[in-house]
């Protein structure tokens, strides 16, 4: 039975590329949120998408950043031009209803802006 | 903002030690979920309590969550090196689906 599924693992971007972040849910799972971590911080709320809707984005920043999870396939962070404080960890987790307690996480992308 | 804070932040302890993390708001939460999170891993799920007073024990661990959901407590006995790691606590408010994480605190446990 696996997890939530992340790639990729790691990622190095140079200043103004885009960032593709992948994620998976578990099987049976139709809900996805992502969290980003930045370097000695803890995990902050970004996004929370159910299959073909944004749900709830009020984490995400204004500007470069888009989420969304298709009928077929992933759910993608996308991250447009970025910038080195883009630099961190980012999770995806997943749960099989929104009233469900549990979350489950992905092991997560670590993105890189040189 | 609803902030959780983790007390201690650090916490060094050498192999059969006993220790206790708190977990603290001042925002009710509808449950309360304990993560522990390894280097370049995603935090996994240890616990999830829902109702005040609740007290559920893993093995060597044992979670409570306070009588008026503001707060909770992870006591683990007989710490052992595999228990390092990042103990995270994360909270839902309401109807929110989304997770509000704690601070964290990162437990090393030497021989």
């Known amino acids: 039975n696996a997890g939530v599924m992340q790639n990729p693992r790691h990622l190095v971007r140079r200043r103004g590329q885009e960032a593709r972040l992948r994620c998976s849910p578990m099987?049976?799972?139709?809900?996805v949120y992502w969290y980003r971590q930045l370097p000695e911080e803890g995990l902050k709320f970004m996004v929370y998408?159910?299959?073909?809707?944004?749900?709830?984005e009020s984490g995400m920043p204004k500007e470069r950043f888009s989420a969304e999870f298709p009928k077929e396939g992933p759910s993608i962070l996308r991250i447009q031009q970025v910038v080195r404080g883009d630099s961190a960890a980012y999770f995806c987790?997943?749960?099989?209803?929104?009233?469900?307690?549990?979350?489950?996480f992905g092991p997560g992308t670590r993105l890189t802006v040189t | 903002t609803q902030l959780l804070e983790q007390s201690p932040q650090f916490l060094s302890i050498q192999e059969g030690e006993n220790l206790t993390v708190y977990c603290n708001s001042s925002?009710?939460?509808?449950?309360l979920q304990w993560y522990r999170q390894e280097p370049g891993e995603g935090p996994v799920l240890l616990v999830t309590?829902?109702?005040?007073?609740e007290v559920k024990k893993l093995k060597r661990l044992t979670f409570q969550f306070g009588d008026a959901r503001k707060d909770s407590s992870l006591h683990i006995t007989a710490a052992q090196p595999g228990d390092t790691g990042l103990y995270l606590c994360?909270?839902?408010?309401?109807?929110?689906?989304?997770?509000?994480f704690g601070t964290g605190t990162r437990l090393q446990v030497t021989l």
């Open positions: 987790a997943s749960s099989p209803s929104p009233i469900s307690y549990e979350q489950y």
């Open positions: 099987k049976g799972h139709s809900h």
């Open positions: 994360a909270g839902f408010t309401g109807t929110a689906s989304k997770l509000t």
């Open positions: 998408l159910q299959k073909e809707n944004i749900i709830d």
């Open positions: 925002s009710v939460f509808s449950s």
């Open positions: 309590v829902v109702t005040g007073g």
